[in-house]
């Protein structure tokens, strides 16, 4: 129902992407700029503002190849939105079943870019992230290309957080007793 609509007064709904209870994520295209973008959307009446604005934080200083630049956070009357570069592509999940096992050398070629994007995170100042939703879905592939996506679930290391994040069966198994 939202493909069509104008959000923002600003972006053309092309798509949603993908949508849950609290959160939904369109392709649009921006009026002025003729780019395509990526809205998140979170409903205000079931994610927290904190939760919102942490993942902001996380993303607003990432300048990496694999990670989607963010342009923009909106604050409507009934949801928060952040807005992002749309890379494209198709999940790693999507690209294993459509093409069947990959071969050696490209499962090595991507375990290495996703390595060296988590340690560009564990790497920040002044410090580290964590990304905790490390998962095929989460993966995007464009030309052997891996882009890292939905950082929903990332907190900097010093967050007290005392709940389980990420996807069960994906998290690593400290989360699961909160250590």
């Known amino acids: 129902r939202e493909k069509g609509n104008i959000l ?3 972006y053309f709904i092309l798509d949603t992407l993908y949508s849950s209870e609290n959160s939904r994520v369109y392709l649009s295209k921006h009026l ?3 780019d395509y973008r990526i809205i998140k959307r979170l409903q205000k009446t079931l994610v927290c ?3 919102f604005h942490n993942e902001a934080n996380v993303l607003k200083n990432l300048k990496h190849d694999g990670i989607p630049i963010i342009y923009d956070i909106e604050e409507g009357q009934d949801a928060y939105y952040i807005i992002e570069e749309y890379i494209d592509g198709t999940s790693l999940y999507d690209y294993v079943k459509e093409n069947g096992p990959m071969s050696e ?3 090595a070629n991507f375990g290495v870019q996703i390595c060296e ?3 560009y995170l564990h790497k920040q100042k002044p410090e580290p992230i964590l990304y905790l939703d490390l998962k095929p879905q989460n ?3 464009n030309n052997g290309k891996i ?3 939905d950082f929903g679930n990332s907190m900097f290391v010093s967050a007290n957080r005392r ?3 990420g996807t069960k069966g994906y998290a690593a198994p400290e989360q699961y007793d909160f250590k």
């Open 117 to 119: 994007i988590i340690s």
């Open 139 to 141: 993966l995007i592939v």
């Open 49 to 51: 503002e904190e939760c």
């Open 8 to 10: 923002l007064n600003r």
């Open 32 to 34: 002025s700029l003729d």
């Open 163 to 165: 709940y389980m994040s």
């Open 147 to 149: 882009y890292l996506v």
């Open 105 to 107: 050398e490209l499962t």
